[in-house]
């Protein structure tokens, strides 16, 4: 009543604004100190305790997502080989809320299925980022990506992304979740260990060692004649050597044990700026310029080692 209402919102926006200075100068020198410089741009690892108004100069500066951050959906090559984790079982295409997710099953010469995707497609103007897709995947062959700059000018065909455009390797997945990636790993190794047990056989015991053989009853001879000495007992056998583990290594890990650089602590280079500018065709070519020209060169080797030409 009489202007109270007013001063009440001014009140709470002073107290906003002043909390924003207040909290920066109790950070000595600044609370945006915590700054990852990249090749791109800045990466700034913003407080959980900040108070008041954090400020990022984007698109010069971006902010550093969390772990738990999930966006459009990404799919994992391993590294070391080129090969995909996804099956196309269909498991994602079923489980999607708006039906975003359809799948193509490559097949052989004789066209019968092979248990590898021959084109993936993801229509990004329509998922909700619900991680349902990555949360079903029974082979961790599909996880939610940090890359949130989709803008485009056109709904089609720049945001149907297609499985060269969401193919990624799984050392880019570990740097975006560490954790993640860490207790994934442990589970597969410990799975790998039990599975190296049960196909292990015992090895045979060894013979145990045969008795002292008894002498022969006592003839009566002569007194002059000497009673012949009991035979000695025969040796022990040696015992059997033990058999020697054999130290199985856990998966294959693109990620050495001992690294601690700064990509491991999720500082993620961010994505090149595309030559073309800022276009449907830029974006698209922005996020796979990096990874199109491996994954294409690595599909076509294999196709044509099973005698069959590709032609993308």
Known sequence: MFGTGI????????????????????????????????????????????????????PEEKRQMPENFRYIPMLLYEEDTGEDRCTACGICAKVCPPQCIWIVRDQDENGKPITRPAAFYIDASICMSCSFCAEYCPFDAIKMNHDYELATYDRYPGLILNKAELSVPTSYYAALYP???????????????????????????????????KPAAAQPEPKAAAKPAAPAAAPAAPAAPAAKAKAKGGHWSPIPADYSGEVIKSALPLPPVPAEGVSASGISWSRIMALREKQLASYRERRKAEGKEVKL
Not at 11 to 36: E, H, N
Not at 182 to 209: C, L, N, S, V
């Open 7 to 58: 001063l009440k919102g001014l009140g709470v926006t002073l107290r906003r604004a002043a909390g924003t200075f207040i909290d920066d100068f109790a950070r000595v020198p600044s609370r945006y100190t915590d700054v990852i410089e990249t090749a791109q741009g800045k990466l700034i690892r913003q407080p959980t305790d900040a108070k008041g108004l954090f400020t990022i100069q984007y």
């Open 179 to 213: 954790s993640a990636w860490a207790e994934e790993e442990r589970i597969r190794a410990e799975k790998e260990a039990k599975k190296a047990a049960r196909g292990k056989k015992p090895e045979p015991a060894a013979p145990a060692a045969k008795p002292a053989a």
